[in-house]
């Protein structure tokens, strides 16, 4: 049941972020009370979701956990951490950034406003766009670079939602998918 579950999830996800991006714009047009009502149910599900798998994950293993908290805490990714916590606590967020703008003496127009909503709400479609990036940078000079850079920004979520759906699109075109075989000899070679 468990595993049928984790490939369920694995495999549905992609799906489950570009509906989710679909239907938030499509209730921004048409009623945005509802798509705001919406994106705090979704963003807190996430929240509530990412706390519980992140601490026990962290839990299984303890001894491992003081190793890599970092990588489990940044697993959703920058933007999406701030989002979830601008979901969670929105007034401390508001108190912030009104702070920020008063200190800057910068009031952004109605038309700033309007954009970071609907980037927030494209932003979990839109971030396997850019995780499909980092796949695609990894192999030019300055991959090495670049692609964990942009892991971090996005998430390593996002990342696997951006190689199961190209999968997806390689299984529609009928591409050949091949593993690749490691040919066993039996010799060590140690380098010098």
């Known amino acids: 049941v468990s595993f049928g579950i984790f490939w369920f999830c694995l495999f ?3 799906l489950v972020m570009i509906t989710s991006s679909a239907s938030l714009l499509t209730l921004y047009f048409g009623n945005f009370p509802r798509a705001w009502l919406a994106f705090h149910i979704l963003w807190i599900i996430n929240a ?20 890599t908290w970092r990588q489990g805490i940044m697993f959703p990714g ?13 007034q401390l967020f508001q108190d912030l950034s009104h702070e920020v703008l008063a200190a800057s003496h910068y009031s952004p127009a ?9 980037f927030i709400y494209s932003w979990p479609a839109a971030s396997m766009a850019v995780a499909y990036l980092a796949k695609a940078a990894e192999p030019r000079p ?12 996005v998430g390593y979520g996002s990342l696997l939602c951006a190689c199961t759906f190209t999968s997806y699109i390689k299984e529609l075109r009928g591409a050949e998918m091949k593993w690749d075989k490691t040919e066993k000899t039996g010799k060590v070679t140690i380098p010098v």
């Open 78 to 90: 920058a933007v999406n951490l701030t989002i979830v916590l601008y979901t969670c606590a929105p």
């Open 142 to 153: 300055c991959g090495r670079f670049i692609c964990p850079l942009i892991v971090y920004v």
């Open 48 to 67: 509530a979701t990412y706390i519980f798998i992140t601490g026990f994950a962290l839990l299984i293993d303890p001894q491992t956990a003081r190793h």
């Open 12 to 14: 549905l996800q992609p």
């Open 110 to 118: 109605r038309g700033v406003q309007i954009g970071a909503i609907l």
